[in-house]
DNA sequence: GATCGACTTGGACGACTGCCCAGAAGCCTA
DNA sequence: TAGGCTTCTGGGCAGTCGTCCAAGTCGATC
């Protein structure tokens, strides 16, 4: 069943996704269009169109596979930290590898940003983020942490969301000088939350 | 000198700024055009390069306006609360305003994503920012906050931020239910924080 | 009323866009 | 080798884009 001419296409199909996915970074969603990602391909503009049904189609593919791939790395690593504080240590050594103004960085916040827009890509997105936050909450259920661990785990991914956000804005933000606060947050001897008012 | 020409000149530049802000929240900065900008405004297309060099120059001036007089507002009436923990609580339902997908949330999150391709409206936007920290840490100090202010100052900005991303994809999401972790944070009987390590 | 400068108008320019499609090329089965 | 299916090519379509500019309108000054 034409199986050369279906892997032709499927390594095609994968230039198209890793070139869009390099661009949307670059130059950002509203930035992209079909013929630069042909042209980063190496194909002709019309290849988009038989591999894709639309523009978006394709961005969204290319953006949503990235995306999962790079929180499914973190949060499974992080999973893996001995306990909470010592987690939150390793997320901000981690996450100081991000400038804010990388493409990894840009391709994160371009997509919450077309996510607002594209009921498709929110699902998508917010699927892949639910479940980061709930991996980091049986995690911090697992190691003692004693308050509410479904809200401390999404305060957590929140903040590290806005921390990429805010390394865009000031590159010589020290992240590591931030591990005191988030440490009071995850200490697992919590002796408050979930009982009052 | 021509005063109520000058006059006329200031209202058509105001209505062209305001303009330009609804519908950065409403297209995207990408998706904004001279002519939707121009008939949004009740104007001639060509009167946009009258009052301003360029299209981005229009949006930069357009988005730190707002940005800077919401921000402003924001942290002006968190400082009003009487101490950090309560500060916090009145934070969250503040945010659970926002949807994520209104032209607020939108319009701030455009503007960090835009920021990091132009080095003129990072500035701005950083300075915005660092103002609003430096307030909120001096507030955190005041009210006996006895950690470092600084640090738990950026990571409650940043989760603010990064719960604004958040609520995009989940307008369910219950930010009062999350008042646990963030009280733990700021909590003024801090026992370790600036000591250790 | 004449004159001047600030402001506005709306059409024009070339460049770019997403999408389409007829035809060519490649590969598989028979 | 012949036929058929998948994949690729590159030009074409209609539309929008940012920017520009000659001509026009307006209010203030003399």
Redesign the pocket.
């Known amino acids: 069943?034409?199986?050369?001419?279906?892997?032709?296409?499927?390594?095609?199909?994968q230039?198209l996704l890793g070139a869009a996915a390099a661009l949307i970074a670059e130059v950002g969603w509203g930035?992209?269009?079909?013929?630069?990602?042909?042209e980063r391909a190496?194909?002709?503009?019309?290849?988009?169109?038989?591999?894709?049904?639309?523009?978006?189609?394709?961005l969204i593919t290319a953006s949503t596979g990235v995306a999962r791939a790079m929180l499914e790395e973190l949060t499974g690593r992080l999973a893996e930290q001995p306990d909470p504080e010592t987690g939150v240590e390793w997320l901000l050594g981690e996450l100081s590898r991000y400038t804010g103004t990388d493409p990894a960085s840009l391709l994160i916040v371009e997509m919450y940003l077309a996510a607002a827009r594209l009921p498709e890509l929110r699902d998508l997105l917010h699927e892949i983020v639910a479940d980061s936050r709930t991996q980091i909450a049986s995690w911090l259920r697992d190691r003692g942490h004693a308050g509410d661990t479904e809200a401390t785990a999404a305060v957590l991914v929140a903040a590290v969301d806005g921390l990429v956000l805010h390394r865009g804005l000031d590159p010589g933000l020290d992240l590591t000088a931030l591990a005191g606060p988030l440490r009071a947050m995850v200490r697992t001897d919590g002796h408050e939350e979930g009982s009052e008012t």
């Open positions: 069943m034409a199986e050369a001419s279906a892997d032709r296409g499927r390594t095609t199909r230039r930035g992209v269009s079909t013929r630069m990602v042909a190496g194909v002709a503009p019309g290849v988009v169109h038989y591999h894709f049904a639309s523009l978006p189609d394709l």
